[in-house]
C-alpha cells in the first residue's frame, strides 16, 4: 500500500503504536547533535555539498524518530514522518520542506541524481531549518 496520510501509515502497519522510550529518544537526539556538531565544522564547497545534505538529512529523520518515539510510535518509513508532521502536528509547511528534502535525498541516494551546488547548498539550508523546528518540538 502506498501511503498517502497518517491515517494510510497505521492502516498499513508501517507506523506502529508502541510505548513511548525516553532512552532511545534521548540517544537518537544525541546522536543528531553529535553529527550537526561535526557537520558545522565543515566548510560547504562544490565538492561536499551533497555529502553535507545527506549528514543534516540523516539527522533530521533522527530527531523526528525520537519525537515519534516520544508520542508513542515507531514509524518505519520517512514518507510516513512527513504525514506524522503534516497529520498529527498540524505542520503543513514544515511537512511540505521535508517532502521536498526526501525528494532530494532519495534522488541523490537511490538514482545518484546529485544536486547541483547551489541546489545542494539550499537544501542544507533547509534541512537546518527543519532541525531547529523540530528540536523546539522536542523541547516541549
Not at 545527506?54 to 514522518?81: D, F, P, T
Not at 514544515?94 to 541546489?119: A, H, P
Amino acid at each position: 500500500m502506498k501511503e498517502s496520510s497518517w491515517k494510510d501509515c497505521i492502516e498499513s502497519n508501517s507506523s506502529i503504536s508502541v510505548s513511548k522510550d525516553k532512552a532511545k529518544a534521548k540517544s537518537l537526539i544525541d546522536t543528531a547533535s553529535g553529527r550537526n556538531q561535526f557537520l558545522s565544522r565543515n566548510k560547504i564547497d562544490e565538492n561536499n555539498a551533497n555529502y553535507i545534505f545527506e549528514g543534516y538529512y540523516s539527522s533530521l529523520v533522527e530527531l523526528m524518530h525520537a519525537l515519534v518515539l516520544l508520542n508513542g510510535y515507531k514509524v518505519g518509513n520517512h514518507i510516513c514522518l512527513g504525514f506524522y508532521l503534516r497529520d498529527v502536528m498540524n505542520k503543513d509547511s514544515l511537512f511540505r520542506i521535508f517532502d521536498d528534502c526526501r525528494f532530494k535525498r532519495n534522488s541523490l541516494v537511490y538514482y545518484g541524481r546529485k544536486m547541483d551546488f547551489e541546489t545542494a547548498k539550499e537544501a542544507v539550508k533547509r534541512c537546518k531549518e527543519l532541525i531547529k523546528e523540530i528540536n523546539k518540538m522536542l523541547e516541549k
